[in-house]
């Protein structure tokens, strides 16, 4: 014989040991999340650091020296001089790139206030013009300087 529904709703309620009559439960409360006003200071200052250390780093890769410093010192004390055109010139920006900061130490000029030059970087060194990028090592072996 099979029970109906009522009989085993009866059966399983009995079995837990509750009565026919179900109890109401309480509803649970969860707790209010943090409005977003709480969490804004938080945010803010977290923003704050991580502009402060960009910042920070930004000021440190452009003041710390340069790996070619004494190189590029030395090739401005023995009077060379690179002709260029920074702004629009890839060679000469290569060439700046390959000094890295050091560059600022380089009797740089603008191509322009030497008349009769056709190719940027163009080197000066004791009255001879060595056109295009110039490696270290003939720079070095120009000069005399070391690396």
Do not use: H
């Not at 401005?76 to 920074?86: L, N, Q």
């Not at 190719?119 to 060595?130: L, S």
């Amino acid at each position: 014989m099979e029970l109906s529904k009522r009989e085993k709703r009866k059966l399983r309620l009995s079995s837990t040991g509750s009565s026919d009559t179900i109890k109401e439960e309480k509803p649970i409360e969860f707790s209010k999340p943090a409005s977003s006003k709480k969490k804004l200071p938080y945010i803010l200052a977290v923003i704050g650091i991580l502009v402060v250390a960009i910042a920070g780093y930004g000021i440190y890769s452009i003041a710390k020296p340069g790996p070619y410093d004494d190189f590029a010192k030395c090739l401005t004390s023995k009077g060379a001089v690179i002709y260029g055109a920074i702004d629009w010139c890839k060679y000469t920006q290569v060439q700046k790139a390959m000094f890295g900061n050091s560059f600022k130490y380089l009797n740089y000029k603008d191509y322009k206030e030497l008349s009769g030059i056709k190719k940027t970087p163009t080197w000066v060194i004791n009255g001879v013009w060595y056109e295009n990028v110039q490696a270290f090592d003939k720079l070095a072996s120009v000069t005399g300087c070391t690396l």
